[in-house]
C-alpha cells in the first residue's frame, strides 16, 4: 500500500512540476531532466509513469483540461438555469480562474498555449474538450440571442468571448498602459463580467458577409 501510494505521488509531482515548466516556456524548451529535477525524483520514475515526454506532455495537458474547463456536472447545473444567469456564471468563473493565476495554478495558461501553438495532442484536447465546451456556450449564447447555436452570428461571439477572456485574463501590464485605472472598476458589482457579456452579444447582431 505505502509503495502504491509514494507512486502515486511521485506521478502528482511530475504532473505538477511539468505543467508548472510547460505552461512558462512551451514544450520544445524543457527537457525531461528539467522536469525531473524541479519534481524532486529521477529520470527514470519519469519514463516509468509516461514513457517520454511526449506522454507526458498529453497528461499534463488532458489534466489541465479536465481541471479547468466545466465537467459534466457543471454543464447540467448551467443548462437548468436562465441562459442569462448560466452566461453570467460562466464568464464570472472563468475571469476567477485567470485571477487566481499563479505558478502553482497554471492550467489556463497550458491550455492558451497549446491554443497559440498547437501540439499533435491538439485534436484530441479539440475533440474531448474545447468543442464540447463551446458547442455548450453557443447553445446558451443562441437561447438569449434567438439565433441558431450553429450560426455564423454565435460562432463569431464565441470567438470574440475567448479573445476577450485571454485579453482580459493576461494583459494586465497592456491594459494599464493605455487605460491607467480602468482596471480598478473591473470587480465592482461584476463590472468586467457585465461589459463582456453584453459585447458578445452585441456581436451576435453582426451582418452576414455578402
Avoid at 505505502?2 to 516556456?25: M, P
Avoid at 520544445?28 to 529521477?42: E, F, L, N, P, Y
Avoid at 519514463?47 to 507526458?56: R, T
Avoid at 468563473?93 to 497559440?116: C, F, M, N, P
Amino acid at each position: 500500500m505505502g509503495t502504491q501510494k509514494n507512486s502515486e505521488t511521485t506521478r502528482e509531482k511530475i504532473i505538477e512540476a511539468a505543467g508548472q515548466l510547460f505552461s512558462q516556456r512551451g514544450f520544445s524548451a524543457i527537457t525531461v531532466r528539467d522536469i525531473a529535477r524541479k519534481a524532486g525524483t529521477h529520470l527514470s520514475a519519469l519514463n516509468y509513469h509516461f514513457k517520454g515526454k511526449d506522454a507526458l506532455y498529453r497528461e499534463v495537458l488532458l489534466h489541465a483540461c479536465r481541471s479547468a474547463l466545466m465537467s459534466p456536472e457543471e454543464h447540467e447545473y448551467l443548462q437548468n438555469l436562465d441562459p442569462r444567469d448560466a452566461l453570467f456564471l460562466f464568464v464570472k468563473g472563468v475571469i476567477e480562474q485567470y485571477k487566481k493565476q499563479t505558478t502553482s495554478h497554471w492550467e489556463l495558461a497550458i491550455i492558451d498555449r497549446e491554443s497559440w501553438y498547437p501540439s499533435p495532442v491538439f485534436e484530441e484536447v479539440v475533440d474531448q474538450f474545447f468543442r464540447p465546451e463551446t458547442d455548450f456556450i453557443a447553445e446558451i449564447i443562441g437561447r438569449i440571442s434567438g439565433k441558431p447555436a450553429g450560426s455564423n452570428e454565435v460562432r463569431f461571439a464565441i470567438i470574440g468571448l475567448i479573445g476577450l477572456l485571454t485579453l482580459y485574463g493576461y494583459y494586465d501590464y497592456f491594459i494599464d498602459a493605455v487605460a491607467p485605472d480602468l482596471r480598478n472598476v473591473f470587480y465592482e458589482k461584476d463590472w468586467l463580467v457585465k461589459n463582456i457579456i453584453h459585447m458578445i452579444l452585441a456581436a451576435t447582431t453582426q451582418q452576414e458577409a455578402e
